[in-house]
C-alpha cells in the first residue's frame, strides 16, 4: 500500500494539455447546449409527472422514484466521473455524457415500447430504469463541461465565462417550465423528452468541431477501490435523506443508513491518504477556499432549492394553476438570472468574490424573507418581486462558488473539483428539501387542528393524519367540505412560512462564510498531491 506523496502542478508547458485552440466562447457555446439538456429535463418532469402518472397509471411511489433515481445516480456517480474526464480526457467524456443523456431521453419517450418488447417489464419499471441511465450519463457530462470551461479560458477571464454560463442556465430554466408546460398540454409527455434529441445532436457536432481535449497524463490508472467506498457512501447519505420523512428521522432504518455512511466515508477519507493515485486527492481541501465553497453551496443549495421546492405546491395546490401558469409565475426568477449572472461575473472581476457573494446572499435572504410573508392570494406582482430579487442575489452565489472551486483547483484536477461542486449542490439540496420539508410537515401538524377549530374533534385520528399529509402538498382530498379545504390551505401557507424563514437564517448565515473565500488562481504551478 503505497503512502501519500506530492508532485510539481504541471504547467502550461508540461505534460497537461489545455486550451481549444480556438475562440473559448465558442466552447462555451457548445459545452452548454450539453448543459442546457440537463437544466430542461430537471424542470419539466416536475410538469410531466401528472401525465405520467395517469399515462402509465403510476402510484405515487413510482412518480418519486422518477425523480429520486435520477437524483441517486447523479450524486452517486459525480465525483468518480470527474476523474473519468480528469484521466481520459474532458472533451471525450463530455461527448459521451451528451450522446448517452440524448439517447437514455429518447427511450424515456417510448418506455411503453420498449416494455412491449421487453418481457416483464412493465412501462413505468423502464421509465425509472432509463432515468437511472439519464443521471450517470448527466453525471458524466457535467463535470466536464466545468472542466472544459476552465482549460478554455485564462484564469482573468473566467469569471466573465461563469457569469455567461450562468445566464445560460437561466435561459433554459426560464424555458424549461413553459415549454414543458406547452408540450405536456399540447402534444403529449413524452416530447418533453424528445427535445432532448435535436439539442444533444447539436452539441455533439459543435463540440466535436469546437473543443480541443484537455487531460492530466501524470495519472494513469483509476482508484477503483475509492470508487466503491465513495460510491457506496454517497447512495446511503442521499438515500438515507431521500426516505427520512417516510421512514422517520429517529427510525433504526434511517440510522443504519446513516450509520452506513459514516463508516463508508471514513474508510474513504483513509483510504484516499494512503492510496499512490487517489480519486479525490486529499490536499484539494487543504486549500481553505475549496473547503468553504463546497461547505457554501451545499448550503445555498439547502436554502435555495429546500424552499424552492414548496412553491409548485403553493401555485398548483393551493391556487390552482396549470402547469404552464406555474412555470409563467416563476419566470421572473429564471429570466432574471440571464440578466444577473454575467453582471455577477464582472462585478466578482472588479470587487472580489468575499463582498459580491455576501452582497448576493443578504439580497437572497431579503427575497426569503419577502416570501415568508406571501398571502394564500398573492398575486404576480407579489410573487414576482421576491423572485427577480432571488435571481440577483443567487446568481453572485452560483458564478462566485463555481469560481471559487474549480477556479482554485489544479487544471489537471478540474474534472474532480466539477464533481465536488456538482456532488455539493446535489446534497445540499435533498438536505434542503428532506429537512425543511419536516419543518414545514411538524408546522402544519401543529397548527391545523387549530384552523379546524371545533371540526377538528369530529374528524378520526386516520382521517386527519390524511389532512395534514395532503395540506403538505397543498391539495385538498376529494369531497372534502369548503371550510375544511381553508384550513388545510392556511395550514400550508403556515408551514411554508417557516420554511422560508429557516432559509432566510441559512442565508445569512452562509454570508459569514463568504468572508474566509479568494478568488480562484490566475497561475498553474504549486504543488500538488497526487496521492
Do not use: C
Not at 469569471?159 to 413553459?178: D, K, R
Not at 420523512?245 to 483513509?270: K, N, R
Amino acid at each position: 500500500m503505497a503512502h501519500a506523496k506530492a508532485v510539481d502542478a504541471p504547467s502550461s508547458h508540461g505534460p497537461v494539455k489545455t486550451g481549444t485552440g480556438g475562440n473559448p466562447w465558442l466552447v462555451l457555446l457548445a459545452v452548454s447546449l450539453g448543459v442546457i439538456m440537463v437544466m430542461l429535463d430537471g424542470t419539466v418532469v416536475g410538469i410531466a409527472n401528472p401525465s405520467i402518472q395517469a399515462d402509465l397509471k403510476a402510484s405515487l411511489s413510482d412518480l418519486q422514484w422518477v425523480t429520486s433515481g435520477y437524483l441517486l445516480a447523479l450524486a452517486v456517480f459525480l465525483i468518480t466521473a470527474g476523474k473519468l474526464g480528469d484521466l481520459f480526457g474532458h472533451k471525450r467524456v463530455f461527448l459521451i455524457g451528451v450522446a448517452g443523456f440524448a439517447i437514455s431521453s429518447v427511450g424515456i419517450g417510448l418506455s411503453a415500447e420498449l416494455a412491449d418488447i421487453i418481457p416483464g417489464l412493465s412501462p413505468v419499471g423502464a421509465l425509472i430504469a432509463l432515468r437511472v441511465l439519464q443521471g450517470l450519463f448527466g453525471a458524466l457530462l457535467q463535470p466536464a463541461a466545468l472542466a472544459l470551461l476552465r482549460g478554455a479560458f485564462p484564469g482573468e477571464k473566467l469569471n466573465q465565462a461563469m457569469g455567461a454560463w450562468g445566464a445560460i442556465i437561466g435561459l433554459s430554466s426560464a424555458a424549461g417550465p413553459i415549454v414543458g408546460g406547452l408540450l405536456v398540454e399540447n402534444a403529449s409527455w413524452e416530447t418533453v423528452f424528445f427535445i432532448n434529441a435535436p439539442v444533444g445532436l447539436a452539441a455533439l457536432v459543435l463540440g466535436t468541431i469546437l473543443i480541443k481535449d484537455n487531460r492530466a497524463q501524470t495519472m494513469a490508472r483509476i482508484d477503483w477501490l475509492g470508487v466503491l467506498l465513495l460510491s457506496g457512501a454517497m447512495f446511503s447519505l442521499v438515500w438515507t435523506i431521500i426516505k427520512a420523512p417516510e421512514w422517520g428521522w429517529g427510525d433504526s432504518t434511517t440510522l443504519t443508513f446513516a450509520g452506513l455512511f459514516a463508516v463508508l466515508i471514513g474508510a474513504f477519507i483513509f483510504w484516499q491518504s494512503r492510496a499512490s493515485q487517489p480519486l479525490v486527492p486529499l490536499s484539494l481541501f487543504k486549500n481553505a477556499s475549496i473547503s468553504i465553497g463546497t461547505v457554501l453551496m451545499m448550503m445555498v443549495a439547502f436554502a435555495m432549492f429546500g424552499a424552492m421546492f414548496f412553491l409548485g405546491f403553493f401555485f398548483q395546490g393551493v391556487h390552482g394553476l396549470s402547469p404552464l401558469e406555474a412555470g409563467l409565475r416563476m419566470l421572473p426568477m429564471s429570466a432574471g438570472m440571464i440578466v444577473a449572472s454575467p453582471l455577477a461575473g464582472m462585478a466578482i472581476g472588479r470587487l472580489g468574490p468575499k463582498i459580491t457573494m455576501a452582497a448576493g446572499l443578504l439580497i437572497t435572504a431579503f427575497s426569503m424573507f419577502l416570501m415568508s410573508q406571501l398571502s394564500i392570494d398573492a398575486s404576480f406582482i407579489e410573487s414576482g418581486i421576491p423572485f427577480l430579487l432571488l435571481a440577483f442575489g443567487m446568481s453572485p452565489v452560483f458564478v462566485g462558488a463555481t469560481e471559487i472551486i474549480v477556479g482554485n483547483a489544479p487544471v489537471n484536477l478540474t474534472g474532480v473539483a466539477g464533481g465536488v461542486q456538482q456532488s455539493a449542490m446535489q446534497v445540499g439540496g435533498a438536505l434542503g428539501t428532506a429537512i425543511l420539508g419536516a419543518v414545514m410537515a411538524g408546522e402544519i401538524s401543529d397548527k391545523l387542528p387549530g384552523y379546524l377549530g371545533a371540526a377538528a374533534q369530529a374528524i378520526p385520528p386516520a382521517q386527519l393524519t390524511g389532512l395534514e399529509k395532503a395540506a403538505a402538498f397543498g391539495t385538498v382530498p376529494p369531497g372534502v367540505p369548503q371550510e375544511i379545504g381553508a384550513a388545510v390551505h392556511s395550514a400550508f401557507m403556515d408551514g411554508m412560512h417557516v420554511a422560508f424563514l429557516v432559509s432566510t437564517g441559512i442565508a445569512v448565515l452562509t454570508a459569514v462564510l463568504t468572508l474566509f473565500v479568494k478568488a480562484g488562481r490566475k497561475t498553474e504551478g504549486a504543488p500538488v498531491h497526487m496521492g
